[in-house]
């Protein structure tokens, strides 16, 4: 029968998979969650340790004189200053400037990087390779990634690992072994933790799995799904392909493209750096004349809220996950934009939202309204806007 | 006594778009008759049961392009139809592999990566640049053609929004969609693909009805003509209707009676009453009524043709009624038959090397289509009056998808076959289909060697058969091929795009006529509604 491949921890993952509740990632099956509610594996991420399989992931090797080349053209980030061993968080835009997609790139030697997306990029980057001395191979399907994450991460690693990860920093990478198996360990994350990502051969995953399972016992190491990850990234203000933003590619028309600067990526567009690269001049043109979007983070007022269900005799209903559906936002009964992703965080008490609002409404401490259903009928509940991330734990980066 | 055979319209021809034709001016409170020359209604598209619990589709065996508001605005599922899913396409290779598509997205970019990871992507891509470009073009479908050269007020008014269109559509579109009226679909699909089965299959689609090859300019708009179909999205792309094509035919007759349309069927046209009309003095002709084969006369002052369009404009109405120019155009009207059809009756489903353990590719479409060079090898024996060797199959076993089809356990294969020349050299003779029957069923038996054992009966349908059951001339699918020069506002003649024709009272509404051809019914719907503009 034809279907969707699973990933090489599908061994462990589905006889753990209590609710069966298998979503689609990127031509995978992975687990949405693996009980039947999402509590303990979200404070699995924020207060001990969480193992996510996150093989979908696209995994791309770009090897060769050229390397550093093709990514210091493709995406927006300065390749060149890049060290072995570092890695950098980056988007890539189309001629215009408009997003493709996103994703990190390792340095893993002088000439050899590895790039991970949500969609698939290699036609993208073979076409921009066009008379480069640069390989590019697509090894999603050969190399397993699990994301470990959560403030015990560490000392579980120090358990399993031959090499200690204690001088590990943030946005870095190191080869090691666990169980006599060669592992990379990338100490990122898409939760806004202390955290962790193992990449390893697919004939390796379960022995590493195994591994981490048993040393991280006493630590409360707990499979977690990608339900309660979604939580855990908007939180860290972090956002996601498609749901979040539509990449140049999938989009229909030209409003639903976004730039780097529109989804809050400032910080990684290295407009200063040498050279030519895709979308520079557009980019350049926006940066002189401002963004006419920018994704911001939204904090609902409980108080506010709690008013507006007072009204029927509730109390506030909010669903017990992240929700990927876009609500309007407005200010007085104007829509001056859209969240796109909401979610009850259970650490902060707070109900808070990925948005993306015009300008000027997108300055900080704004104050709008966004649009709620209580018992069957539209309701605006005030709301500010606020910076991300929403949560950063001082350990994230320590 | 005048009154039983006067009527507000007569329709001539009883296929979808002359059934969707007069339903939608009975929906206008019109008395309209449908003259239908067969015994059933459907014209192309129809089902008949040539062998006995076996039912063909026999002509036209897929609905992609029906338009939904024709389905809304006749109520056609409570009249019967249900388009059922086509959910894959496989294309056996001759390496004994095979490549699949399904419509979910995921599985099929899985699919194609196992042949190439560029392939994979480049599929998702194209997939949406030719989706664009169909929405682009898309609006042109549903408006009118303006005569570019006329000042009369509508043409400047359609003309207006069309260029207004234009200009709202982006520098990349307007480059995409000049390419993609220019390029041969070879050249196309060579810009975006290195699997030769994929690129075959793909440039099929833009071959399908012409009599051209994947090689010859112009076949790439024919391939964005079957991607209308799919910007639909979720409201519906390729299907197969509920008892076969004639299930959409029974299914606008139904709602067309319950419309109070009255359908006649034996009844051939013989010829359009014309007489000089004395109102306006300058003795301009108009129609008055038809006289049928059997001498009957029925009379109306309007009467639409959903013939194609040398029956209409050269047989039913004498050509001394239409200005020369008018008449050698409809001469130069190429109608060139290229594709064939046999229908089969099988005890069991073949078995196709390719596919040990998959019955569900079985449900959607098969793809005889190996590489764009199988293809255009299959136009160049066509090219010079043969029968190709190797043809094209566009393959679906409808019993697999509508049970109803064939007695239980057993099932019927219906072969849309190119290239079979109408003109084929020493024309078609038994011994001819005989060697287009042969020619399908070696080639399946290529990729499904026990295909032989699994046949019950056999049904070939050359271009001339076309022609002589269905009644068209040439035997052209499109009723007129879908080429570039003949499309749009030169679609069936340049100035005469808009359903109207040089005899007053006379009116064009069938697949000859723009937007084109399928089981799209687009045609029979535009023009009913221009004919209810001109008051009547």
């Given at each position: 029968m034809f ?26 099956f ?12 979200y404070w ?7 193992l996510?399989?996150?093989?979908p992931?696209?995994?791309?090797v770009i090897?060769g004189?050229?390397?550093?080349a093709?990514?210091h053209?493709?995406?927006t980030?300065?390749?060149?200053k890049?060290?072995v ?6 988007g ?7 997003m493709?997609?996103?994703?990190t790139?390792?340095r ?11 969609e698939?990029?290699?036609r993208w980057?073979t ?5 480069m001395?640069?390989q ?6 050969e190399?397993?990634?699990l ?10 690693l120090?358990?399993?690992c031959?090499?200690p ?6 946005f870095r ?6 169980q006599?198996v ?6 990122t994350?898409?939760?806004g933790?202390l ?7 697919n004939?390796d ?8 399972m ?5 630590y409360?190491?707990?499979p977690?799904?990608?339900?309660a990850?979604?939580?855990a990234?908007v939180?860290a203000?972090l956002f996601m ?12 028309i030209e409003?639903q ?11 990684t ?17 926006e940066?002189?004349?401002g963004?006419?979007?920018?994704m911001?983070?939204?904090?609902v ?30 200010v007085?009964?104007v829509q001056v934009?859209?969240?796109s992703?909401?979610s ?11 948005a ?6 997108y300055?900080i ?5 966004m649009?709620i ?13 606020v910076?991300?991330?929403f949560y ?6 320590r | 006594m005048?009154?039983s ?15 969707v ?6 929906r ?9 020359r067969?015994?059933i ?21 897929v609905?992609?392009?029906l338009?939904?508001e ?9 009249h019967?139809l ?8 496989f294309?056996p ?7 699949a598509s399904?419509d979910d ?5 899985r ?5 190439s ?19 682009a ?16 007020p ?8 069309l ?8 520098e990349?579109?307007?480059?995409m ?11 196309l699909l060579?810009e975006w ?6 690129k ?11 009599f051209l090859g ?16 799919e910007?639909?999205?979720a ?13 959409v ?6 709602a067309?009676?319950?419309?109070g349309?009255e ?9 359009v009453?014309?007489?000089s ?10 129609v008055t ?6 001498g009957?006369e029925i009379?109306s ?12 404009f ?13 008449v ?5 009207f190429?109608?060139?038959g290229s ?11 073949p078995?196709?090397t390719?596919?040990p ?9 098969v ?6 060079d ?8 066509a ?11 566009d ?18 294969l219906?072969?849309?076959v190119?290239?079979a020349?109408?003109d ?10 005989n ?8 080639t399946?038996e ?6 032989r054992e ?12 076309i022609?002589?059951i269905?009644?068209i001339?040439?035997?052209?699918i499109?009723h ?16 005469w ?13 069938a697949?000859?006529?723009?937007p ?5 019914g ?8 221009e004919?209810?503009?001109d008051g009547?």
């Open positions: 279907n969707l491949k699973t990933t090489p921890f599908h061994e462990r993952t589905s006889k753990l998979c209590q609710p069966q509740n298998w979503r689609k990632w990127a031509g995978y992975v687990a949405g969650s693996y009980e039947h509610t999402l509590d303990r594996e699995a991420i924020r207060n001990a340790a969480a996510i399989d996150v093989t992931l696209m995994k791309y090897k004189k050229d390397a550093a093709l990514l053209r493709v995406t980030r300065d390749i060149y890049m060290k061993g570092q890695i950098y968080y980056t890539w835009c189309d001629d215009e400037g408009k493709i997609d996103d994703g790139v390792s893993l030697d002088d000439s050899t990087f590895r790039l991970t997306a949500a698939p990029n290699l980057l076409m921009n390779a066009a008379g001395d640069v590019i191979s697509d090894v999603t399907d190399v397993a990634a994301s470990f994450q959560g403030p015990n991460t560490r000392k579980v120090n358990l399993v031959e090499k990860v204690d001088e590990l920093k943030y990478l190191m080869t090691n072994t666990i006599g060669g592992v990379t360990i990338s100490r994350g898409y939760t933790d955290g962790y990502e193992i990449w390893m051969d004939n995953a379960l022995k590493v799995w195994d591994a981490l048993e040393a991280g016992a006493d409360g190491i707990t977690v799904g990608i339900l990850m979604d939580m990234r939180e203000g392909l498609d749901v979040d933003y539509t990449s140049t590619t999938h989009a229909w409003a493209k976004s730039s780097p600067f529109e989804l809050g990526l400032d910080w567009v290295a407009l200063d750096k040498p050279g030519y690269f895709v979308g520079r001049r557009a980019l350049e043109r940066k002189r004349e963004s006419a979007w920018k911001v983070g939204l904090e007022d409980w108080d506010g809220m709690e008013k507006i269900y007072k009204q029927v005799g509730l109390p506030p209903q909010i669903p017990g996950m992240a929700v990927r559906a876009s609500l309007p936002i407005l007085g009964s934009g859209y969240a992703t909401s009850w965080s259970p650490l902060l008490k707070k109900y808070i939202a990925l993306h609002l015009q300008r000027p409404y300055e401490g704004t104050e709008v309204r649009e259903t209580v018992e069957h009928h539209r309701q605006y509940a005030p709301a500010r806007v910076k991300l991330p950063e734990p001082e350990w994230k980066r | 005048i009154s055979n006067t009527y507000d319209a007569i329709i001539i021809g009883g296929g979808h778009n002359g059934l034709a007069a339903a939608y001016l009975a206008a409170g019109k008395k309209v008759v449908v003259l239908e067969r015994h209604v459907g014209g192309a598209a129809v089902t008949e049961e040539i062998f006995p619990g076996y039912k063909f589709t026999e002509f036209s065996y609905v992609s392009l338009r939904p024709i389905i809304r605005d006749l109520e056609l599922p409570k019967g249900k388009i059922l899913p086509l959910p894959s396409t294309t290779m001759d390496n004994g592999d095979y490549l399904w997205h995921d599985l099929t970019r699919e194609i990566y196992r042949h990871p560029l392939d994979a992507e480049a599929y998702d891509e194209y997939s949406r640049v030719m989706a664009r470009a169909a929405k073009i898309k609006p042109i479908i549903n408006l009118i053609p303006p005569d570019p050269s006329s000042l009369h509508r043409d400047l008014f359609n003309l207006l929004k260029g207004q269109y234009a200009a709202s559509l982006s990349k579109e307007l480059y969609i000049a390419k993609l009226v220019t390029q041969s679909s070879a050249d060579e693909f290195e699997t030769d089965a994929l075959g299959t793909k440039a099929a689609s833009g071959i399908i009805g012409t994947p090689r010859s300019p112009g076949t790439a708009y024919v391939l964005l003509h079957h991607y209308m179909g910007i639909d999205g409201f519906r792309a390729w299907g197969f209707a509920k008892g076969g094509s004639g299930g035919s029974g299914a606008i007759a139904n067309a009676r319950a419309l349309v359908i006649r069927v034996n009844s051939p046209v013989k010829q009453k014309v007489k009309d004395p109102s306006t003095g300058s003795g301009q002709a108009r009524g038809v006289v049928l084969e059997n009957d009379d002052k309007v009467v639409m043709s959903a013939a194609d369009p040398k029956r209409t050269l047989q039913f109405v004498e050509p001394k009624h239409f200005p020369d120019e008018f050698t155009a409809i001469q130069n190429r109608v060139r594709s064939g059809k046999v229908n089969i009756a099988l005890s069991r489903l078995r196709f390719a596919l353990d998959e019955p569900a590719l079985y449900r959607g479409a793809s005889i289509s190996p590489s764009i199988y293809i255009e090898r299959a136009y160049d024996d090219k010079y009056g043969q029968i190709s060797r190797r043809p094209y199959l393959m679906i076993f409808p019993s697999m998808i509508d049970p109803d089809m064939a007695p239980p356990g057993q099932h019927v219906s072969c849309f190119q290239y020349p109408y084929v050299e020493g024309g078609w003779t038994d011994e001819k289909r060697q287009l029957g042969e020619a399908v069923i070696s399946i290529q990729y499904a060697p026990d295909i699994c046949i019950v009966g056999m049904q070939v349908i050359s271009p001339k058969d022609e002589s269905a009644g001339t040439g035997g052209n499109f007129g091929e879908l080429l570039l020069h003949q499309i749009f506002f030169l679609r069936p003649v340049p100035q795009a808009d359903f109207r024709t040089p005899l007053k009272g006379y009116y064009f509404g697949s000859g006529a723009h084109g051809g399928g089981v799209m687009a045609a029979g719907m535009l023009a009913a509604k004919i209810l503009k009547f």
